[in-house]
Every structure is written in C-alpha cells, then in structure tokens.
C-alpha cells in the first residue's frame, strides 16, 4: 500500500513549484494598446505631410472622407474582435462586429469607380501611383500584424485562424486609413482594385501564417 506521506510530499512539492499566472488585460484595453501604436504613426505621417492636401480631398469628393472614416472603423472594430477571440468561451460572432464600418468602408470607396465618369477633371492614380498604394498598405501592415499576434500569442486563441484572418483586416485597414494622410490622387477603379488587392494579400497571408502562430504549443 501507498505511503500517505509520499502524495502529500508530492502535493506539497507541485504546489511549491506553481508560478502564479498574471491576468490579461480586457480585450478592448488591448486593442487600445495597438491603436495608440496606429495613432504614433499616424501622427508621425501628419507632422511629415500634413493635413492640408487630405481634408482638400476630402472636402472635394466627401466620399473619400466616408471611406477613410469607414477604414479607420475597420481597424478599431476588427482589432477588438481579434482580442476578444482569444478570450476563452467568446462567441465566433465577435468576427461580425467589424463589418457593418467594412460596408461603409466597401460601399464608399466603390464610387471611385464611377469618378472617371462623373468628374473627368479629378486627379486619379494611374497604375505606377496605384502599385505604390500597395506597397504601402502592404509595408504597414506586416508590422502591424506582427505586434498584434505577438500580443494575442499569450493568449491562445481558440480559433486562431479565424483570429489571424481578423489581425490581418485591422492591419490592413489601420494601413488603408494612413494612407489618407499622404495619397495625392482621388480614388479610381484602378487605384481601388490595388486597394482590395492589398487587403486581401494581407488578411490571407495572416490566415495562412498568423493562424500558425497563434496555435497553441
């Protein structure tokens, strides 16, 4: 028969051994963490290039100002939803919180399309300007999606995946909505479909690599 002795002695020596766990902030507090890393920026791109050329944009064709306002929600909607699946037990449905600002975002940025049509005297990007737009969304937002998975990865989501697929629409909107700070050209269809483009490489690439990463090991 087993000595008492020795599973209290074995309790007594697991215990000693426990390392006590700190809690994890709420997901909203660090969304705002990130954010405030896109606002740095943000700020650094206007004391560069100023506000003067984006609010005469937008003053001009205020759909622009739509779809900046509607990318800027994307990124703090999606951001939210990313930290809140990597809380045990949250419903998949947190991933539908970023979409009606996406509409907004989709639904006002698609009439560039007819901006050729309706004002031909607008300055538009032709191809060369639209590639380096995504470049741009591209180059901001790798960062971005790195220092987000690497905030979610203590956290072990469940549905890392889908997670990855949310960490890649922030980021790449968070990119879209600092664009507007130094984009010189209304949008058109050709700058648009770089734009789309650019987001889906990035949501896709964080799918297939973030959702790896945020595995639990």
Known sequence: MADPR?????????????VPVRRLPPPWRRAARWLLVVAVIAAVLFAHYGAGGMLRRWSGAPDLAWAGLGAALTAVT????????????????WALLPLPAALLWIGASGLGCLREWVAPDTLVAGPHQAGHCLI??????????????????????????????????????ASASLLEIC????AAATDLLMHALAVAIVIGVNAAMGGRLLQPR
């Open 78 to 93: 999606a951001a939210w939803a990313a930290f809140s699946l990597g809380v045990p037990g949250r419903s998949p449905r």
């Open 136 to 173: 741009f969304i591209v180059s901001f937002s790798v960062p971005l999606s790195m220092l987000m998975i690497w905030l979610l990865r203590r956290a072990c989501p469940l549905r890392p995946v889908l997670t990855a697929a949310l960490i890649g629409l922030a980021s790449a909107a």
């Open 6 to 18: 020795n599973h209290h002695a074995l309790i007594d020596t697991l215990g000693a051994e426990l």
């Open 183 to 186: 984009h010189e050209f209304d």
